[in-house]
């Protein structure tokens, strides 16, 4: 357990240092760093009774919940604490279950010539596509630090991409498929 909070706080002082982690055993230049998961707004809280009876309590957009104590704001709190604050709120509950909101939708942000939002609808996509539905990279892109940031069970993934090196044919593990709700962010190429 010691060693598991050593590699946390490792990898948290390196995602705020500006890089990240690389993951065990990895021949491929992807950083992956793993995060405890924060509540967003439209996530929800639902607690069932013993009686068969449900609330649910949804994260409101400005990241506040309504509970019987009274409103309280939860944005950016993780997962855990958030169960804490409604079992507290709700002492004969049977079960407490927080539930992620996730679009069916990809952004793309960052040195792309559109910042967009693309709907997963139509099938697969990797994110080579995403970056193509915007249009490809600026001439400022650096390329060899794109960032895909997942949510995924409860944790916040985040992985640093070197797509010069994909598109130069090699690493094409690179091209990782999306999920719903992926972020992918292209910083800036300072020079």
């Given at each position: 357990?010691?060693?598991?909070?050593?590699?946390?706080q490792?990898?948290?002082?390196?995602l705020?240092?500006?890089?990240?982690?690389?993951s065990?055993?990895?021949?491929?230049p992807?950083?992956?760093t793993?995060?405890?998961?924060a509540?967003?707004?439209?996530?929800?809280?639902?607690?069932s009774?013993?009686?068969?009876t449900?609330v649910?309590?949804?994260?409101?957009?400005e990241?506040r919940?309504?509970?019987?104590?009274?409103?309280?704001?939860?944005?950016?709190?993780?997962?855990?604490?958030l169960?804490t604050?409604?079992?507290?709120?709700?002492?004969d509950?049977?079960?407490?279950r927080i539930?992620?909101?996730r679009t069916n939708?990809v952004?793309?942000?960052?040195?792309?010539?559109?910042?967009?939002?693309?709907?997963?609808?139509?099938?697969p996509?990797r994110?080579?596509?995403?970056?193509a539905?915007?249009?490809g990279?600026?001439?400022?892109?650096?390329?060899?630090?794109?960032?895909l940031?997942?949510q995924?069970?409860?944790?916040?993934?985040v992985?640093?991409?070197d797509?010069?090196?994909?598109?130069?044919?090699?690493?094409l593990?690179?091209?990782?498929?999306?999920?719903?709700?992926?972020v992918?962010?292209v910083?800036?190429?300072?020079?």
């Amino acid at each position: 357990m010691n060693r598991l909070k050593q590699t946390a706080q490792f990898a948290i002082a390196a995602l705020l240092a500006g890089c990240s982690a690389p993951s065990a055993g990895s021949s491929s230049p992807i950083t992956r760093t793993i995060l405890p998961y924060a509540v967003a707004p439209l996530d929800a809280a639902s607690v069932s009774f013993r009686d068969g009876t449900r609330v649910e309590l949804p994260v409101s957009q400005e990241g506040r919940i309504d509970l019987p104590t009274g409103q309280e704001f939860v944005r950016g709190l993780p997962a855990r604490q958030l169960h804490t604050l409604v079992a507290r709120a709700y002492p004969d509950a049977r079960e407490i279950r927080i539930r992620e909101f996730r679009t069916n939708r990809v952004t793309v942000l960052g040195e792309v010539y559109h910042q967009i939002h693309t709907d997963l609808s139509d099938g697969p996509m990797r994110v080579m596509d995403a970056i193509a539905s915007a249009n490809g990279f600026t001439p400022l892109a650096n390329k060899r630090r794109v960032r895909l940031v997942r949510q995924n069970a409860g944790l916040v993934e985040v992985y640093e991409l070197d797509l010069r090196e994909m598109m130069l044919g090699t690493h094409l593990d690179q091209n990782l498929l999306l999920e719903p709700g992926d972020v992918i962010t292209v910083p800036r190429n300072f020079l």
